[in-house]
Every structure is written in structure tokens, then in C-alpha cells.
């Protein structure tokens, strides 16, 4: 798999690796879970075993990063640097 170059971008001196590990410790998953109609942190210790073994686990945080990446990070506004 190749690597996501968006994990590196920074804004404001937040980069998106660190904006991604917050949303993932918000209620954001529990709101992008009920807007979506997925679940990104099944319950059961099966589901997630089975969702790891088929790699539906990595798809589905690749659409909850996109999901950050486009309506989080990417609504940071750009500082000036005359600021």
C-alpha cells in the first residue's frame, strides 16, 4: 500500500496526522459511523477480527481520513505569516 502523503501536510502548525489521531478520540466517529451508514470501530472482538482479516478495517479508515482531511483539516484557515 502506498503511503499517504496528506499524512505529512501541516496548517497552522497542526499536521494532519495529529488532526486524524484527535478526530479519531471525538465523537466525530460516532457521527461520520451515523452519516455514513459504516462502522469504522465495530463492537464485537469477532467483527473486528474478521474486518482486520479482510482488510475492510483499512478501507474504512481511509474514507474516515478523507473525511477529516476534507472537512477538518482542510477548513483550518492559513495563517499570514505577518501574524
Known amino acids: 500500500m502506498a503511503t499517504d502523503t496528506r499524512l505529512l501536510e501541516v496548517r497552522n502548525g497542526i499536521p494532519f496526522i ?3 489521531e484527535t478526530a479519531l478520540h471525538s465523537d466525530l466517529v460516532k457521527e461520520w459511523e451515523r452519516l455514513s451508514g459504516k462502522k469504522l470501530l465495530p463492537a464485537s472482538p469477532l467483527d473486528r477480527m474478521i474486518d482486520s482479516a479482510t482488510g475492510y478495517d ?4 481511509r474514507e474516515f481520513a478523507d473525511f477529516v482531511y476534507e472537512y477538518v483539516f482542510l477548513a483550518l484557515p492559513i495563517e499570514s505569516e505577518n501574524n
Not at 483499512?58 to 479508515?61: G, T
Request: one cysteine or more; hydrophobic letters at 70%; proline letters at 0%.
Open 58 to 61: 483499512m478501507v474504512m479508515m
Open 18 to 20: 495529529g488532526c486524524l
